[in-house]
């Protein structure tokens, strides 16, 4: 059964589903824009070597990036010898988070390691998978998501709807 509107309301639904559409466009169109124009800019600024202070507004930084085997780090970072120092090269697995927090909430030496997942205290509190977790009231706010390319709008909308005059 299609939900019942008035034509009013699809007119309206209809129109500001179109305008979702034509803002996604523009966004893509304005990040190609974007794309092309620094890369354009970046191409000036190498061609013409201007330093930082020379355009007020555009300064350039250079990222250098190494290709890394994953492998071969992971087994240099769990190296005895490399152990001790290596821990801005790992990350704790996430299927094993709750193991090396356990084995850590036993060392009272590594309580003070840990600071708060607000994401997970957020998702805890939503869930009330944690009896007694403190929280204040919470704050309901609707979101909307919009999948641009999924919207239909005119009869393709219509055909999802049984439109009806509006009662005065």
Do not use: C, W
């Not at 523009?26 to 974007?34: H, L, S, V």
């Not at 299927?95 to 957020?122: H, P, T, Y």
Request: aromatic fraction near 4%; glycine fraction near 4%.
């Amino acid at each position: 059964m299609k939900p019942t509107v008035s034509a009013s309301q699809f007119d309206r639904l209809n129109a500001a589903l179109a305008e979702a559409r034509r803002i996604s466009d523009k966004k893509a169109d304005i990040e190609q824009q974007d794309r092309d124009n620094r890369a354009l800019l970046t191409e000036l600024f190498t061609e013409m070597n201007l330093d930082n202070k020379a355009v007020s507004g555009l300064s350039m930084s250079v990222r250098t990036t190494y290709l890394i085997d994953d492998n071969a780090v992971l087994a240099y970072a769990l190296d005895d010898a490399n152990f001790p120092h290596a821990a801005p090269l790992l990350n704790v697995r996430k299927d094993a988070v709750g193991v090396v927090i356990s084995a850590a909430m036993n060392d009272e030496r590594l309580k003070g390691v840990f600071e708060l997942d607000k994401a997970g205290a957020q998702a805890a509190a939503r869930e009330g998978s944690h009896v007694g977790l403190p929280h204040g009231e919470p704050i309901i706010k609707p979101t909307i998501a919009i999948r641009p390319l999924d919207i239909v709008t005119d009869h393709l909308l219509a055909g999802k709807f049984e439109i009806v005059e509006a009662v005065s």
